[in-house]
């Protein structure tokens, strides 16, 4: 089954079309699917590993606009962050055969972190140092003026937690014994009452997963995958301290990302993120346990992982 009822299937042949229609530097590149694709985007090598790019093509409505938005904000975010950020090198158009904008960015060398909360996972990744150099990217990011960023609404990241009130727990319910349901409506019920960040909106990712961290050498290099960005709650981007790090690591990582005591987020702001690692991950389990198990049984695992500590 399609990953999305209403997926648009994007071929080899489309982007060559494409590329050779609106891009023809590149035409005379091969183009190869890339196996590691995300929720929302396929994705495409062109050329080989000294020709460094990849198309990025959506294929669901939802991500229809984000190569727009890639190409407005990364240039300006990229050169303020201590990770790479993978900002497009071109933006191509719809035509009569795919609906959506596409984007070339470079291809980032590298492997996505490997997630440590999978049973039997090798870990790529040297957390102590990870929890460090993440948490001072999230501070980073948040440092950048957001005075006119692109602010969340709707139920996107980043808007006030009480937004997703009854996506959280109609999930919680359709999980049923997939998960521990009072243990996460109690954490849930902290993270609404947390208090509201009284900082205006900053920058932030929104979507700091395993699979958008790359590890070359065992130490984070570049962040991908921006279709979360915008300006809201900073703490949507602190989940990573549930399923990422754990114990010291989670420490360091709350410290540097300034939502331990006396930082400078707000004191709520960590009960917040745990309930931002409860959104995505309670909310994936019921509509992705048949379509992408694998995915799914993470986010399993990333509920469980934030309920415990």
Known sequence: MPLHDDEVPVTADDVRRLVAAQHPRWASLAVTPVRESGTDHLLFRLGDDG??????????????????ADARWLPRLAPHVPLTVPAPLAVGEPDDDYPFHWSVVPWVPGAAAVD???????????????????????????????????????????????RLDDDVRRATADAGDRVDGPAVLKAWDRALEAATDPVP????HGDLMPGNLVVEGGRLSAVI??????????????????????????DAFREAAGAAPGGDLDDGAWERGRGWTLVESVIALPYYWDRWPAFARASQRRVAAAVAA
């Open 116 to 162: 440590p909360l999978e049973p039997g996972a090798e870990p790529n990744l040297d957390r102590a140092r990870a929890a460090l150099d993440l948490g001072a990217f999230v501070t980073a990011l948040r440092g950048v003026d957001a005075a006119d960023g692109p602010v969340k609404d709707g139920t996107g990241r980043g808007v006030p937690l009480a």
């Open 225 to 250: 995958d921006w279709g979360a960005l915008g300006v809201g709650d900073p703490a949507a981007d602190l989940p990573p301290a549930w399923w990422l790090f754990s114990g010291r690591d989670r």
């Open 201 to 204: 909106g900053t920058w932030l």
């Open 51 to 68: 020709d460094g790019l990849v198309a990025r093509m959506p294929k669901v409505g939802w991500a229809g606009e984000h190569a727009l």
